[in-house]
């Protein structure tokens, strides 16, 4: 899995998490919706902790937070007694989950093999090149962000990308240049009707 790129700055989570993990310490620079620690506490009252609760706690997580934080994980192995390599072999196994907070847009392309021979790292070249943003990476200004991911499901598109989870099929490298173009246009049109209501209050 991707790290968080080293640009970012975060407050740090001054949230006390409840339950069992108010004894246990964050990591720092992580900041944290609380609302994490009830769900897993409530998760946990419900069904028998163990390698089991893994996966659906990986889901829970990353439906609450977007994410995976290292904060998350770390409280996933101590309340289900595992090694945490192993929760980060399953989170990077899996392309649906993710360790670095979403982009406002996020793209993925798919590097699975029906993807990868029709020319897939074309599609993340030509995104790289338009947005400025690495394969793992996300912009400073949290706007976009740019992941290769295995196979996607949807093979006799190849080669795939998606947009915020919405699929777009049989793309050249101009399509995906020609997407990120846009992308690029309404940031822009977003930003500058945001500083308009600021500026009329
Ligand atoms: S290989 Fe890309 S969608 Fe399956």
């Known amino acids: 899995m991707n790290e968080r790129p080293s640009n ?4 740090p989570n001054r949230e006390a998490p409840s339950g069992i993990f108010a ?3 964050m990591t720092p620079g992580e900041a944290v919706d609380p609302l994490i620690w009830t769900r897993i506490d409530t998760y946990l009252a419900r069904n028998r902790a163990g390698a089991e609760g893994l996966i659906p706690l990986l889901h829970l997580a990353q439906a609450t937070l977007g994410y995976l ?10 309340r289900l007694g595992l ?5 980060h072999g399953v989170v990077s196994f899996y392309h649906f989950f993710s360790t670095t907070p979403p982009a406002k847009y996020q793209l993925k392309v798919c590097m699975g093999t029906a993807c990868f021979v029709r020319r897939a790292r074309a599609l993340s070249e030509a995104i790289r090149q338009v947005l400025g943003v690495d394969v793992g990476g996300v912009t400073k200004d949290q706007l976009f962000g740019l992941e290769e991911v295995r196979c996607l499901g949807s093979c006799g598109l190849a080669p795939v990308m998606t947009l915020n ?6 793309l050249k490298p101009g399509d995906a240049r020609k997407l990120a173009f846009g992308l690029q ?7 500058i009707i945001e500083s308009v209501e600021e500026r009329d209050g």
């Open 83 to 87: 090694p945490l390599v192993q929760v």
């Open 23 to 25: 004894a246990a310490e």
């Open 185 to 191: 246009a309404k940031a822009r049109r977003e930003r």
């Open 69 to 78: 934080p290292a904060a998350v994980l770390e409280q996933i192995a101590a």
């Open 165 to 170: 989870g919405d699929t777009h099929g049989n």
């Open 8 to 11: 970012e700055t975060r407050e």
